[in-house]
């Protein structure tokens, strides 16, 4: 079982919907929680942090976490053909270990 | 803003040569990484340190090896380039255990 495990997607909403992004993780140690957005060639962007149970707003970005789950979400409203990229989760104990990543395509 | 920077950003080189990697950042960070993406594939984490004079190996067997003597500079060498070391290199840093990791943007490397 890999220690932090996203859907590798292609994941297509239409322009405006809500795109929901989901991951797990192995190591209930895991105290930190982190979203990255990368569009091809480019490196990782930090978008969203998270580090207690409940939501967590930053404009169109909700990060969502359930530690008893073990379980980490995020969502985009109102998605724009800009947010097309591939988002990885990374949880963080001495290291930071990151998610294959989902690709997240907005249809305009 | 995050200010870490990579040089160079594209290389390519000829089996057999040694090579570094240059990486420094502005912030202040004590911990910086070191990882290794193929295109459209995981990072992984080859090289890391919690500051000066301290490096460990990552989970990805290397042929490369990295020193931390200034806070602010944590370059990579690889001592014979091989075909098989063609790869995206991409170094971070973070503040503190509760801070995400900012990226530099890559070194793309090319060995022929």
């Known amino acids: 079982q890999k220690e932090v495990e996203q859907n590798s997607g292609p994941l297509s909403v239409p322009e405006g919907a809500i795109a929901s992004l989901n991951c797990t993780y192995s190591d209930r140690v895991s105290q930190s929680f982190f979203w990255y957005r990368q569009y091809s060639g480019k490196s990782p962007e930090l978008i969203m942090s998270i580090y207690s149970n409940g939501d967590k707003e930053d404009g169109r970005f909700t990060a969502q976490l359930n530690k008893a789950s073990q379980y980490v979400s995020l969502l985009i409203r109102d998605s724009q053909p800009s947010d097309s990229a591939t988002y990885l989760c990374?949880?963080?104990?001495?290291?930071?270990?990151f998610g294959t990543g989902t690709r997240l395509k907005v249809l305009a | 803003e995050a200010d870490i920077y990579q040089t160079p950003r594209y290389l390519v080189i000829g089996t057999g040569k040694k090579i570094t990697l240059e990486c420094s950042q502005t912030?202040?960070?004590?911990?910086m990484y070191w990882y290794q993406q193929d295109p459209g594939m995981e990072l992984h984490l080859i090289h890391y340190s919690y500051g000066v004079n301290s490096t460990e190996k990552g989970d990805l067997s290397s042929e490369s090896t990295v020193s931390r003597i200034r806070t602010e500079h944590f370059p990579l060498t690889l001592e014979s380039a091989r075909p098989s070391h063609t790869s995206q290199y991409l170094c971070?840093?973070?503040?503190?255990?509760?801070?995400?990791?900012?990226f530099g943007q890559g070194t793309r490397l090319t060995v022929v």
């Open positions: 990374a949880v963080k104990t001495y290291k930071y270990i």
């Open positions: 912030m202040g960070h004590d911990k």
């Open positions: 971070a840093s973070s503040a503190d255990r509760e801070s995400g990791a900012f």
